[in-house]
């Protein structure tokens, strides 16, 4: 009877500590260490606990399955993770493949978009940037030459102000691009979005003077429905110990009259 009673005590228990686990589910993987970093940096604000795991394709971040909405419209706010970018350097490596022109212009303007974006990424204040370059080109012969331009797309936080900063985006643009410096400013289009605001909110539970999270409500509650069948198993062997120790008094005192009688015979 002891062991049952000790074996059904630790199944209780051991029910009672898994009532708190929930599930973790990855949130972004593939990442840089940068931007794994960011990540954390920017859910810890709203004390979101994170999982990082790194492998060979690069670092994985899980967060708790209650989270993760927040967690990606948190991320969506703050222009995380950022996007993957590549430099001249690399886009231009050398390989034994042969590009034709065509090819080759197309590569600089993506190139040259990118490192203009990078550029403008680091800005304080600037959630995303993107980047359009057109050089300046001949469609046809005897056709006049297309001007080079650029638009440029900005979103910004609230802290930022478009108006302070929109001539030195288009001073940089303009001596970044060939063809541009120098040129009326009809040429380079810069549009600024201000950034949603992400206004955290976490649904409560309140019981009395306690608020609990949905996800601490549940463990409460399943915590709660945990004891009381414990405590109605401790009653169901209080009421059935007295009877199952007098059935088996009944059977041992039985059996010592049998043996007892054929030992006499």
């Known amino acids: 009877m002891q062991k049952f009673w000790r074996k059904s005590l630790l199944a209780a228990l051991l029910a009672l500590s898994l009532t708190g686990c929930n599930p973790l589910v990855v949130l972004n993987t593939g990442l840089s260490e940068n931007d794994a970093n960011d990540i954390i940096a920017e859910l810890s604000h709203y004390n979101i606990a994170v999982d990082k795991q790194i492998d060979k394709e690069g670092v994985t971040i899980?967060?708790?399955?209650?989270?993760?909405?927040?967690?990606?419209?948190?991320?969506?706010?703050?222009?995380?993770?950022?996007?993957?970018?590549?430099?001249?350097?690399?886009?231009?490596?050398?390989?034994?493949?042969?590009?034709?022109?065509?090819?080759?212009?197309?590569?600089?303007?993506?190139?040259?978009?990118?490192?203009?974006?990078?550029?403008?990424?680091?800005?304080?204040?600037?959630?995303?940037?993107?980047?359009?370059?057109?050089?300046?080109?001949?469609?046809?012969?005897?056709?006049?030459?297309?001007?080079?331009?650029?638009?440029?797309?900005?979103?910004?936080?609230?802290?930022?102000d478009p108006d302070t900063i929109e001539p030195r985006i288009r001073q940089l643009v303009a001596a970044s691009i060939p063809g541009l410096a120098g040129k009326s400013d009809d040429v380079i289009s810069i549009v600024f979005v201000p950034a949603g605001v992400y206004h955290d909110h976490i649904e409560q539970v309140i019981l009395g003077p306690f608020r609990f999270t949905l996800s601490e409500y549940a463990t409460v509650k399943q915590g709660f429905f945990t004891v009381l069948g414990l405590l109605l198993l401790t009653g169901v062997v209080m009421v059935l110990k007295p009877r199952i120790q007098k059935r088996l008094a009944k059977k041992k005192l039985a059996a010592t009259s049998v043996a007892d009688s054929g030992s006499r015979k």
Do not use: C, M, W
């Open 62 to 160: 899980r967060v708790d399955s209650d989270d993760i909405a927040r967690s990606v419209q948190i991320l969506n706010a703050s222009g995380l993770p950022h996007k993957a970018r590549t430099n001249l350097g690399e886009e231009f490596q050398k390989s034994g493949i042969i590009s034709s022109p065509l090819e080759e212009q197309a590569r600089y303007i993506f190139a040259l978009s990118q490192e203009l974006e990078a550029t403008l990424s680091q800005i304080d204040g600037v959630v995303v940037a993107r980047v359009n370059v057109v050089l300046a080109e001949r469609v046809a012969p005897g056709e006049p030459v297309q001007p080079a331009s650029a638009s440029v797309f900005i979103k910004h936080t609230p802290d930022l």
